[in-house]
């Protein structure tokens, strides 16, 4: 690796939303190069541009890939301790759609502000994306589609339910979620273990999980991701102690949307989430992945590939 964070973060701009290209420093090429963010194999014309947006009280790195006669434009929403940096599967798989991309780093993620991981409260997530989406709004008059993994789907959920959105009150034409969270796995007892350790300390290191069946990504994020927390954040747990149930309580909506979710997942109360998905989202469609585990837009290829396919034909009906 040859490219350096904060010297990188020295180098970027405020981000241009008259999305003009952005000239590639060696640490934004290289970071590019790291990550697998060039995508010059599609084939496709792309416009990229990279910068930073201070939104709610924090710097937020955006990137935007945008290509000629696209039929629309993606927001992406990653999972927690993930950044665009991981998710370069699922920005390839859009652009192909014929999708213009916007993805960003959560605060205290990525190239964005913040302490590593950490958030008071997961309203501010919502302040972020929703000012956000304001600015997407103003600048790209094309139709909006949105996805969220883990966390990222957590926001999406949360962004909908608290405003009670009808689809016709709804920015975006579809939305995916590939395995949200509502409760993480083991909740109950996190919770009680939560109440002791706060009182005593701020984080705990960090146990990395086998999110994926890809043996390749679960070494890239352990040994050669430089982006990754080290760490669990207690207050952002103390966060979702105050989010869940606030999520739980809220009224359904008559919403359409796509949940894929992985039978295999280890990270998050999959089944219980369903549960109240299917409650607060009664005409949203399901799909389980046979022996899926959670980080869905990178498991192995074999598994992406059908996870891919079914988000496909959702976005062509």
């Keep these: 690796m040859n490219w350096d964070r904060q010297a990188l973060l020295e180098e970027l701009r405020e981000f241009d939303w008259s999305f003009k290209t952005t000239e590639l420093s060696p640490n934004l090429a290289a970071y590019r190069r790291h990550y697998k963010l060039n995508f010059d194999d599609t084939g496709l014309a792309l416009q990229y541009t990279a910068g930073l ?19 629309g434009t993606t927001i992406l929403v990653h999972g927690y301790y993930d950044h665009i940096g991981l998710y370069a599967s699922l920005i390839d798989f859009c652009l192909r759609q014929q999708f213009n991309v916007i993805v960003f780093d959560l605060p205290g993620h990525g190239l964005s502000s913040g302490e590593q991981a950490a958030i008071s409260n997961f309203q501010e997530y919502d302040d ?19 996805f969220g993994q883990s966390t990222g789907g957590a926001i999406l959920i949360n ?3 608290k405003r009670q959105l009808t689809a016709a009150q709804s920015p ?7 395995a949200p969270l ?4 083991g909740w109950q007892k996190g919770q009680l273990l939560h109440s002791v350790v706060s009182m005593f300390i701020s984080r705990v290191k960090r146990k990395h999980g086998d999110s994926s069946s890809d043996p390749d990504f679960l070494n890239f ?8 927390s080290l760490y669990l954040s207690v207050q952002w747990v103390g966060a979702l102690r105050q989010w869940v149930p606030f999520i739980e309580a809220q009224s359904p909506l008559d919403l359409p949307l796509l949940i894929i979710q992985g039978d295999n997942d280890g990270t998050v109360e999959w089944k219980h989430n369903l549960e109240v998905l299917a409650e607060k989202f009664p005409k949203a469609e399901v799909f389980i992945l046979p022996d899926g585990r959670h980080h ?22």
């Design 182 to 185: 509502v409760r993480p796995t």
């Design 159 to 161: 962004y909908l339910l």
């Design 53 to 71: 947006v201070s939104l709610a009280g924090f710097s937020i790195a955006v990137q935007s890939w945008r290509q000629p006669e696209a039929r």
């Design 296 to 317: 869905l837009v990178n498991e192995s290829l074999p598994q992406r590939a059908i996870a891919y396919g079914q988000i496909a034909d959702w976005l062509n009906r």
């Design 172 to 178: 975006f034409e579809k939305i995916v979620l590939l």
């Design 221 to 228: 994020v352990r040994t050669q991701d430089p982006l990754q």
């Design 128 to 146: 972020v994306f929703s000012h956000l989406l304001q600015l997407v709004q103003a600048h790209d008059s094309s139709p909006l589609y949105a």
